[in-house]
């Protein structure tokens, strides 16, 4: 907060001081009023002389003015043109000559952005009529509106089959993109990200296990989104084809801010945002800790309690507490944005500072997240011909976070595992001030040294220390030649480079490791992306135009990473290396270099019918040595079939129509040095019980075959897919539909391919599983009201993604889990999409099984006439576990859509909303199944009751089998020494429904721009109320069901294990316009 | 116009034939900073050593020392593979241990870097390490991949995707030609052998060679059942075998974390009660016979317990007794080819070629290893001895059960109400479900080709 208000004072201070700018020079003033047809002032509209690179922007009521030296103006006719993205540019032909000239504009909107300029990909641009794919394009509106401090996270809904997850509502914490549909088996699928041409990197990287540790952020989340003009999203490889072997997971273009001419606008907004837990974990506060009805009870210090709250019914009048609140405060995040940018004739700069402070709704002092970003960006006109420019960035981020998940020093295992009566607040024992959990209530002053059973809560929050500082550097120079009219060659050369210092420390006492544990990690990311393009267009005859792009590119990645894990802390403090006294160091390079040629034509044919065809050649070095070069094609083709039909004036109920049809080919690196057989140094031998050798003895190092064999012939997967599509604009262009079908089949897919030991190997990476993807997308955009007082749109958006995996080289299914997980573990299947999650169930009908010999199917008073699914009761009432390894849930939804609206209101009120839904997408509650055996979830109530399986809302649903509709007993033993619970009985009990449908974005913004606003030196203020997340409808009993405990770590996503929750926020933001 | 293009033309080309030059390949690129591609011999001695002792004395020695009941499963899983519930997923691992990392990869990689360096003596010693892993192999597996398998040194050779298998006779005889070969190695007086590495045996190539012996005698006496001529052949190698107790192939400990003896490692740190004596070798024989090594070998739980050892199938009691503290001590050897196998060899074989005075004189040379005194026997009682005091001598080691196929003694009955003992070990299923070569459980055999059934046991009773 502290800093957070010096930010903002200073901010205000550079405002004010800027306060005088450049009076006109002697010569022409062009002067003049931009509106809307209806007659309301248009803000922000580009009016420039294209001859002569000058001009302007629109102020808020419309106007603009802008002059032009004398030593320019010499009574020669140019061409003023007016430009805002959303409306068709208008051009006029005017006379120069001393004085002044006023030219009015009244903007015809054109929502279908036809004819404005789309960017598709290393360094090629074209119109949106002409694309022959999907490119969805979000605008610096939408981004913005979105209150989103993550660039991934901000791109959630907002265009179909782009999948957006976050990890937590931590700060900082990670986003899951997935678009179309995962293509590859290994990786975590998420697409290639570039920034203003130059690849940047967006790994997340933790310094734990996924399935613990804490949070992390995804480095793109490194991008301040206030910088961002636009994001285009290149789904299918009919699209991403130009990048090759590395979009086949899709490719998110992002283009920042460019300074315009004319004069200097500063703006400073801030926002501050008040965030809260949004869902939480059922709980009993009946029942206290003990078993079998019997209290545990702390005979004396140093006593070790049981972990369940199997105890006797708490007496009345027994002060409770409510474990998950809590742990919750309100949450605060500050975010401050100063930007001012301008140009003259020749140059041109946007500048940005932004600090975001984020506090986490955790309680104590370690769940925030700090970023502070700056960018400027110029351009300058060296030469009429020669443009150079320069655009880099700086990140500083620190984040402090809390341990997590599958982790008995994670903050909710052992919170919601803490018997209703014990006080977690009361986390220091007063007597030793040592660390007390429910589980070691009274600490002994000699008990520094052992674990706690599970830790406290509040000791998690506010001893452990997770941190993370980072700062990283990324941007281009560039520069833009026109030798001939017709030719443009543009150069840039792109660097990011990032150092990260993370440490993670359990202190002493920690459950995990009780003699204290820190990992400290370094970690440098760097490339240098080199680039050279030309363009020559050409018009052959009116009806036949063309466009020819050659381009090279060279890239170089380096990755360093130092990770030392230290044992047992000597002091209890500091959390630094040399105060433990065992370290095990690992070190982790590579070096990865591509080099890229790629061609791409484009036909205008009559104005009409488009034609594209593009072809990259890649060699990478991580390519095996025969495989060093492949080609990815494209073509496609564009096909305004309105214009056929005699329709130019795009009127009517039919007002634009176009055809789409592409093909494209994209790859999947593989990781480097897959080609090399290598030996390990360091390793050991085990049989699997625990009992192991090492191979280096005695302080002699001892080295053998690494268990995969190098593949020499590795090469890229290949993701190769078709799509069609037709865009209508309707009922005057009121309205426009855009339907599309897609179909990619990935091959040459690299899997672990399993060797038979006796080849010396255990497995050999192999280029041999296939994998399809096949949807639709339909998107409709509605505009009801276009009045100038009044304006109302609304967006649909529908996405359908069905994924198979064809084959995996002959085998069932490839684990894709770090170890099993309380009997649910990722994998790749055959016949589903790729990272369902198996395990094991009752015994159901339907599934042919034999119990104890029946063929239970078939036989009448078992399954014989039961729907298939049906739950089997077995003769004691209870079901039966069924050992059969199988799928049990499939996180991927059967369709995710959105629902959009904006209303403006007399220019000055914005209401916005934005409905996120995801439909199916199932998450394994693994907290519910733990929680069934402690006995602190609110459904072990049931306890010392008789139920019914199938029977009022218990197992509700279909039985059958000799013991159905008979009551049992349900009581301690049916959750913790039966298959009642997540520990001893099937996982697919605690797979639930994630489907949601989410109040994603809700807000009203106000716009002042009266008088008294001038008055004060601004052109205008906004201010904004905005709520994220504020709603979700969903049946899942879990914490929100956004979530998933690995985040963008992890390439399987449906997995709840005590993860920290989602928040919902208020956002209050306020811009100060000059 | 066309001069600016010539410039554009010629800012680009150094750019691009820059990038044309070796941009993909050499240094970091290609060559993996993380991770050796190469080693001297006496690393890969020195994995295979670890590797070598992990397969004879880690989790096959407990699983054959509970079938021939000298140990016996007591919690979990080792209840039932004690009771022979096992299936082909339980031997995962085994044939990694054989061929995989430390296995015959490694060997055939060390054996290469000590002939490219001209080091005969290393290459003698790897050769006996093979013959000691591939012999095990077909012991426990009968046909083995042998001559297909590991094809690939270092990923420099085409690597043969799916191994068939070798005839286990075809493998022994293999093994012979091989240690023939090392013996002639170890011999020649050219090179250092391992040197430190070899915590056994020093790099001595006469104590390697004594070892090329008797392994070649226990290869023998294992054929020796369909083929009698083998018995004279075990004899005579047995001549030059290992010579005394000093000469012992053993695995060496230390108390350090992975250094640490297995059965100690098993029993102390990580499985405690998995595994207790088996009642038959505690009580029925040692405490029966009032063996002083029932002392040596085991404790009481308490020191007012009595001997108790488990029955198979059974569970713990509060008076089971103990493996001996010191025989299971973190820095205990665990043998594995010892000068009183060699005796015991020399005993079986001289009696098999009829040589009575000498089969007794080894086995007294035996007894007098453990401080006992000597018997006077004769006949199938002098036989019956012979391999009696091999099973107490031999105790949890891997050869215990080769002997009890081939002779059937001591007379065992099976855990339970199994009808047998199991004979064979069950191809893994990591090796089964890539490899077309491997039959599927059901058409394995029940035994090997060395243990054919119409030999089978000639009904020698305990002594």
Known sequence: MKHYFRGLFLGITALLSFTAWAGAQEGTTVQGRVTTEGGA????????????????????DGTYSFAIPAARVQGQEVTLTARLIGYTAQSVRVTLRPGTITQDFAMVANPLRLGEVVVTGAGTLTTREKLPNVVNSVDSTLIQRSNESNIVQALAAKAPNVIVNQQSGEPGASSYMRIRGAKSISGTGQPLFVVDGVPIDNTTYATGPSTGSTVAPNAASDINPADIESVEILKGSAAAAIYGARAAEGVVLITTKSGRVGPTRYSLRTTMQFDEASQGVPLQRRYGQGSGGVAAVCGAPGCRLTSGSWGPELAPGTPTFDHFDALFTSGFMADAVLTASGGSDRTTFFFSAGRMDHDGIIVGPNNNYVRN???????????DRLTIGGNVAYVDAEGDFVQKGSNVSGLMLGALRSPPEFDNSQYIDPVTKLHRSYRFPQPRSSDTRNHRGYDN?????????????????????NADYNPLNWLTVRWALGGDYSGDWRLEALPLTSSTYATGLLIRADIINYSIDHSLNAAASWTFTPNIAGTLTLGQNLNARRFRLNSTTGYDLIAPKPFALQNVTTWEPTETRSLIHTESYFAQAQVDLYDQLYLTAAIRNDGFST???????????????????????GNESQQGILSFGKLRAAYGETGKEPGAYQTITALVAGGSFGGGWGDYLNASQGGLGGLFADNTLGNQSIKPERTKETELGIDLGLFDQRADLGVTYYDSKSEDVILSAPLPPSTGYGAILRNAARISNKGWEVSLNVRPITNANVAWEMGFQYAKNDGEVLDLLGAEFVDKSAGTFLGSYGSVTKGWPVGVIRGEDFVRCGRGLNIDGIDIDNTSGHCQGAPAGALYIGADGFPVYDVTDRVIADPNPDWTGSVR????????????????????GDIWNGTRGALLFFGTHKDTELRGTTQVFGRNGFYEGTVAGPGAGQSVDIDQDWYQSNIGSGFTGPAAQFIEDGSYIKLREISVSYNLDQPFVRNLGFSSIDLRLAGRNLKTWTDYTGIDPETNLGGAEVFVQGIDYFNNPQTRSYVFSIGLNR | MKRSLKIALVAALPIVSAACNDFLTGGELENDPNRPTVAEPSQYFLAVQSRTWTFQTGQWARLVCMWMQQCTGTDRQYTSLGVYEVSEGIFDG???????????????????????????????????LEALMIGTAADLFGDVPYSEAASGIGGAGPVIATPKLDDQAAVYAAIQTLLDEAIDNLGSGEGSGPG??????????????????????????????TTPGNYALALAAAANGISSSANDYVTVHSGAAGEA?????????????????????????LEARTDPRLDEYFDKRTPTAPWEGATPGSALTNTTSRFDADRIDQAASQPIVTYVENLLIQAEAAYRTNDQVTALARLNAARATDGLGPVALAGAALLNEIMIEKYIQLFQQLEVWNDWKRTCVPNLTPALTAAEIPRRFIYPTSERQTNPNIPLPSAQPTRNDNDPTNAGCRGQTIG
């Open chain 2, 94 to 128: 085994s044939f990694n241990e054989i061929y995989a990392g430390g296995g015959l990869n490694d060997i055939k990689q060390m054996k290469a870097a000590a002939q490219s360096s001209g080091d005969l003596i290393f290459v003698g010693v790897a050769q006996v």
């Open chain 1, 901 to 920: 609206t904006a209303l403006t209101l007399f220019r000055r009120w914005t209401v916005t909303g934005l409905l996120d839904i995801k439909e199916g």
């Open chain 1, 41 to 60: 002032p248009l803000p922000a509209v580009s009016v420039f002389v294209v001859d002569l690179n000058v001009g302007s922007l629109t102020r808020d």
């Open chain 1, 373 to 383: 970003t700056v960018r400027l960006k110029a351009s300058h006109r060296l030469l």
């Open chain 2, 196 to 225: 430190s590495a070899d915590f056994v045996y020093g790099g001595d190539p006469d104590a390697w060679t004594e070892l090329a012996y008797t392994l070649k005698a226990r290869f023998y006496m294992h054929t020796a059942e």
């Open chain 1, 623 to 645: 390519f095996g040595a025969s495989q060093r070069r492949h080609w990815f094609p494209k073509f496609g083709a564009a096909w305004t079939f309105t214009s056929l039909l």
């Open chain 1, 457 to 477: 809560p509040f000791f998690v929050a506010n001893e452990a220390a997770n941190q993370l500082e980072k700062g990283r550097v990324y941007g281009s120079i």
């Open chain 2, 261 to 285: 003896n297995l059965w100690y490692q098993f029993i102390e740190e990580q499985r405690q009660d998995y595994i207790s004596p088996g009642a038959f070798l505690l009580d029925s024989i």
